[in-house]
C-alpha cells in the first residue's frame, strides 16, 4: 500500500500493478424525508426523468441525487456459489468483527465506502478517527483446497505516516498472507478486465460514471449464485428465494443491454 491511496501487486505478467480504492462517504446531510416519500409514490423512474432532462449526466450530478446507500456488502468468486456478506462496519458474521467499533451514527460520518479502482468487486472500507488515524480494509475472495469459498482480507492502520498491515482469512483455520491476498486481488482484475472486453464498448461522456455503472453490472452478475439470483439477503438469501421474477428478469434485461448474451442465457434459462 502506498500512501494512503494506492494499492501495489505484482501483476499477471510481474510487472507492477497500482490500483486506486475508490471511496466516497455517507453524503447523509441534506435530504428530507419527503424527498424519498415523493421517489416511493412514483410510478416511473423520477431521478433518471430529471438528471437526463438537464443533459448528459456526469458523476456529481448521479451523486447528488440521493444519498449513498450505506449496507451490506459482499466479496465472491465466479467458481463457486457461496458469498460472504460484509457488513457496513466490515464485519462478517461469526467470523470476523468489525474494523472499528463504533455507533451507526458515528460511522456514517467516519465511514467511507467503496471498490477498488472504480472497476474490481472488491469492498473498501476506511474509516479517519478523530486523532487522525486510518483504518482500511479491503476484502477479495478466491476458492481453497477444499473447493469452498476462501475469504481474504487485509486490514492496515495509518497514523503518522507509518502504517501496520494485517492479512486475515476469517472462519478458516489456515490464515492468509500478502502474497496470497495480492493474487486473489489480480485475479478479480483479470475477471473485470474480460467482463468489461465481453460486452458491450462505452465511450465519451464521464468516463468515472462510465466505469461506475458498468462495474455495478459486474456486481449484480457476480451477486448471482450461479444463476440463481435471490430476492436479497439475510432470510430472503435462501434457496426458496432463487428466479424470484422480478430479480431474474431485470438481471437479464440488463445483461442483454449489456451485450453478454451468453450470461442472460443462463440466467432465463435457470
Do not use: K
Not at 424519498?36 to 449526466?57: K, M, N, Q, S, Y
Not at 459482499?74 to 462478517?92: L, N, Q, T, Y
Not at 467516519?110 to 486523532?131: F, H, K, Y
Amino acid at each position: 500500500m502506498d500512501g494512503h491511496e494506492e494499492l501495489t501487486v505484482a501483476g499477471p505478467d510481474g510487472a507492477p500493478l497500482t490500483l486506486r480504492p475508490r471511496v466516497e462517504g455517507a453524503n447523509v446531510a441534506g435530504f428530507a424525508p419527503e424527498d424519498f416519500e415523493r421517489l416511493l409514490v412514483a410510478r416511473t423512474d423520477l431521478l433518471a426523468d430529471e438528471l437526463l432532462a438537464a443533459g448528459e449526466p456526469d458523476l456529481s450530478r448521479v451523486a447528488a441525487a440521493l444519498p449513498r446507500m450505506v449496507g451490506y456488502a459482499f466479496v465472491g468468486h465466479p467458481g463457486v456459489d457461496e458469498r460472504a456478506i460484509i457488513a457496513p462496519d466490515g464485519s462478517i458474521e461469526g467470523v470476523l468483527g468489525p474494523l472499528v467499533d463504533l455507533p451507526p451514527e458515528e460511522l456514517a460520518r467516519r465511514g467511507s465506502w467503496g471498490i477498488i479502482d472504480r472497476r474490481l468487486p472488491l469492498p473498501v472500507l476506511r474509516i479517519e478517527l478523530p486523532n487522525g488515524a486510518v483504518h482500511e480494509q479491503i476484502a477479495a475472495a478466491t476458492v481453497g483446497a477444499d473447493g469452498a469459498l476462501r475469504v481474504l482480507v487485509r486490514r492496515a492502520e495509518r497514523w503518522n505516516g507509518a502504517e501496520r498491515a494485517e492479512y486475515l482469512a476469517p472462519g478458516c483455520e489456515v490464515g492468509t498472507d500478502a502474497a496470497e491476498f495480492e493474487a486473489a486481488v489480480v485475479e478479480a482484475w483479470q475477471w473485470a478486465r474480460q467482463a468489461r472486453s465481453s460486452g458491450a464498448q462505452l465511450a465519451g461522456g464521464d468516463t468515472e460514471l462510465t466505469d461506475l455503472a458498468l462495474s455495478s453490472l459486474h456486481l449484480a452478475d457476480l451477486a448471482l449464485r450461479g444463476c440463481h439470483p435471490r430476492y436479497g439477503i439475510g432470510v430472503y438469501d435462501q434457496d426458496r428465494h432463487h428466479s424470484f421474477p422480478p430479480t431474474t428478469l431485470q438481471m437479464g434485461l440488463a445483461l442483454l443491454e449489456w451485450g453478454r448474451f451468453a450470461r442472460a442465457g443462463d440466467v432465463l434459462d435457470c
